[in-house]
């Protein structure tokens, strides 16, 4: 009978991850995630952050997994930009919009995704992805605050 263990060869540690977030966000429990923060917008509706760690199969990658995400978020009247790949903190991160309404106005959530260096495992994909969004008839300001956030990740430990 197999021994599983983590961490271990097959379930290696998710790697450090810093974030920076304005005055006045609220640190949430991270449940399944690394990180999670909650801030308010312009317009009083939420700005919302989460970055998890994401271990797949040898040769999933970043721009494999936005594209799952995309998937996932798919709903009538959605919009799926483009894939695109922005340099943050020395590491390329492939992103993504995804826009649709609801009926408190529209949404928009962005993905990042980024491989991690050091799997301990050659069958193993190492990644990490971050996800935030934005709503509300503030939205345009809050998306530059989220994107100012987003600017700030560091993975590997902080800055």
């Known amino acids: 009978m197999a021994v599983l263990t983590f961490p271990g060869p097959g379930f290696p540690l998710p790697p450090p991850v810093a974030v920076e977030v304005p005055d006045g ?6 449940e399944s995630d690394l990180l999670r923060a ?3 917008g312009a317009g009083g509706d939420p700005v919302e952050l989460r970055v998890r760690s994401h271990t797949g199969p040898a ?40 826009t ?6 529209p949404v928009v959530e962005v993905h990042l995704a980024a491989a991690v260096e050091g799997s301990p ?37 902080p800055r």
């Open 59 to 98: 040769g999933h990658t970043a721009t494999d997994l936005v594209d799952a995400l995309a998937d996932g978020a798919s709903r009538l009247g959605t919009e799926v930009e483009a894939s695109f790949v922005v340099e943050i903190g020395g590491r390329d991160w492939v992103a993504r919009n995804v």
């Open 38 to 40: 909650r801030g308010r």
């Open 100 to 105: 649709w309404d609801e009926n408190t106005g």
């Open 25 to 30: 966000w609220d640190c949430l429990p991270p």
């Open 121 to 157: 495992d050659d069958h193993l994909s190492r990644l990490v992805v971050a996800t935030g969004r934005v709503r509300g008839a503030s939205l345009d300001a809050d998306y530059d605050v989220l994107q100012s956030v987003l600017e700030t990740l560091v993975v590997g430990g």
